[in-house]
């Protein structure tokens, strides 16, 4: 079983950038999913950006261009740059992983068996 923890939100400008980071505590090689989702006052939880074991990535297209997702598997740690900010990006961010055999990353939350406890971005005008 994996633990999440997610550190790196913050208040940023319009414009600006932050890096966040997801350390898994216990991370297995069968979590061969991981993924970043979002979820804002009031909306549904949307995924951001996942990435399959192999390196393949998927984003979604509000972010295609602004972030990138990177994973270090010596140090067990999933990273977001995010880079020309936007206040729609306002939001809580959390990482997850997932069980089992995938042939694609996925931004579907329901096949996520992990969730960590999320860290909070917001981007002010």
């Known amino acids: 079983q994996a633990r999440l923890q997610e550190s790196g939100g913050g208040s940023v400008q319009y414009g600006g950038s932050l890096r966040l980071s997801c350390e898994a505590s216990?991370?297995?090689?069968?979590?061969?999913?991981l993924g970043w989702f979002r979820q804002a006052p009031g909306k549904e939880r949307e995924g951001v950006a996942s990435i399959l074991n192999d390196g393949r990535t998927t984003y979604a297209d509000s972010v295609k261009g602004r972030f990138t997702l990177t994973k270090d598997n010596a140090l067990n740690t999933l990273y977001l740059q995010m880079n020309n900010l936007k206040p729609e990006d306002t939001a809580m961010y959390y990482c997850?992983?997932?069980?089992?055999?995938?042939?694609?990353?996925?931004?579907?939350?329901?096949?996520?068996?992990?969730w960590g406890q999320g860290t909070q971005v917001t981007v002010s005008s």
């Open positions: 997850a992983a997932a069980d089992g055999t995938y042939a694609y990353p996925s931004l579907r939350s329901h096949i996520y068996d992990y």
């Open positions: 216990t991370y297995t090689p069968g979590q061969k999913v």
